[in-house]
C-alpha cells in the first residue's frame, strides 16, 4: 500500500508539477535574448507567477516520494514504473494545455505503459 501511495504522488504531483510550470512559462514566454540582465528579468517574471510556485511545489512532492521510496525499493524498478508519468504527462497536456497528441506519441506512451505493467509484475 505505501509503495501504491509513493507511486501516486511521484506520478501525479510530479506531472502535475511539471504541467503548471510548462503553464507558466508559456504565459511568460521565449528568452531570446541571454544576456544576464534579460536573464534575471525573466526569472523574476516567472516567480511572479503563482503556476511556478504551485508546479515547484507538486514537484518536490513528487522528488521527495522518489526519495522515500528509493530507500526501500531497487532504483532498476521504481525508474521503470515511474515512467508512467510520461503517460500522465501526455494525457494532462492534452486536457489541461491543449496540445495535439499525435498517433504516434500515443502508441510510444502505449509501449512504455506495457514495459511499467511487466516491470510490476516483476516484484518481489
Not at 21 to 48: C, N, T, W, Y
Not at 87 to 102: D, F, M, P, S, Y
Request: one cysteine or more; a positive charge; aromatic letters at 12%.
Amino acid at each position: 500500500m505505501r509503495e501504491a501511495v509513493l507511486f501516486f504522488f511521484i506520478v501525479v504531483a510530479g506531472t502535475a508539477g511539471e504541467l503548471c510550470v510548462s503553464r507558466a512559462m508559456k504565459s511568460v514566454g521565449e528568452i531570446h535574448d541571454f544576456r544576464p540582465k534579460s536573464i534575471l528579468r525573466f526569472i523574476l517574471q516567472s516567480s511572479r507567477l503563482p503556476w511556478m510556485w504551485l508546479g515547484l511545489a507538486l514537484m518536490s512532492v513528487g522528488f521527495f516520494s522518489l526519495l522515500a521510496i528509493l530507500s526501500f525499493r531497487e532504483v532498476s524498478f521504481v525508474v521503470p514504473v515511474s515512467a508512467l508519468s510520461y503517460a500522465a504527462g501526455a494525457v494532462g497536456a492534452k486536457a489541461l494545455l491543449g496540445e495535439r497528441i499525435v498517433r504516434n506519441r500515443w502508441i510510444g506512451i502505449a509501449v512504455v505503459c506495457l514495459g511499467v505493467t511487466i516491470v510490476w509484475w516483476s516484484r518481489k
